[in-house]
């Protein structure tokens, strides 16, 4: 799957698709959308930090997000392309608040986990870090029982790196460079191993998606 990214000149309009999948910032419409993915509890079970679950918080969520937005990065609404209905969220926002380094986050609803979407959303979030915000290095935090989430992180390339607390909580990390992006072809590597459905990328061990601690 390749993502036609955003260049620093599209930076403003901040849209962009993959195969299936398009990407825009979120909205104040958005908010009951948001609100209705996380009030899911298969969503929202191991995520570390807030949960916008009703339509207040998802407003609240949205303006915070506003910042990032003129800047390029923040939360993207998901949909499949052509459709208008919200499946997801997946975000690049700042690590530990530092603007340095961006965090790949992400989730989708259970309607979105067969597929493989996530695996083509985090591709397409990749591209448009590095290619569309020039950024040459990104990370991603994930709760230690969410046992899917290295093999299905490894095929976008992240590598382990060291585990650290956010929101008083322990968590996992892994590392992209741009480099190794661009060294296995700016896509995602096969799968290996035992297949896993990475909507994939935050299921816990029973049932759940891809949900990545950022963009909630």
């Known amino acids: 799957m390749a993502a036609r990214a955003?260049?620093?000149?599209?930076?403003?309009?901040?849209r962009f698709t993959s195969a299936r999948l398009e990407f825009r910032p979120i909205e104040i419409a958005d908010m009951h959308a948001i609100a209705a993915l996380h009030a899911e509890d298969r969503v929202t079970r191991q995520l570390v930090d807030g949960i916008p679950d009703t339509p207040g918080k998802a407003l609240v969520f949205v303006l915070w997000?506003?910042?990032m937005r003129r800047k390029g990065s923040g939360t993207f609404?998901?949909?499949?392309r052509g459709e208008l209905q919200l499946i997801g969220l997946f975000s690049l926002t700042p690590f530990?608040?530092?603007?340095?380094?961006?965090?790949?986050?992400?989730?989708?609803h259970p309607s979105a986990w067969r597929g493989s979407l996530a695996v083509e959303a985090g591709a397409a979030m990749i591209e448009h870090a590095f290619t569309g915000l020039g950024r040459d290095r990104l990370i991603s935090a994930f709760h230690p029982e969410n046992r899917p989430v290295p093999g299905a992180l490894a095929r976008l390339g992240f590598t382990p790196a060291a585990s650290t607390e956010l929101f008083g909580k322990q968590v996992s990390t892994m590392t992209l460079a741009c480099e190794n992006w661009r060294a296995q072809?700016?896509?995602p590597r096969r799968r290996s191993g035992r297949p896993t459905n990475l909507c994939d990328y935050g299921?816990?061990?029973?049932?759940?998606?891809?949900?990545?601690?950022?963009?909630a």
């Not at 955003?6 to 901040?14: A, K, R």
């Not at 609404?77 to 499949?80: K, L």
């Not at 299921?203 to 963009?215: F, L």
């Open 6 to 14: 955003s260049s620093p000149e599209d930076v403003g309009s901040l």
């Open 65 to 67: 997000n506003q910042p």
């Open 77 to 80: 609404a998901v949909r499949r």
């Open 96 to 108: 530990k608040d530092d603007d340095r380094l961006l965090e790949l986050g992400g989730k989708l």
């Open 185 to 187: 072809g700016s896509a």
């Open 203 to 215: 299921r816990t061990p029973v049932a759940g998606p891809y949900a990545i601690r950022n963009g």
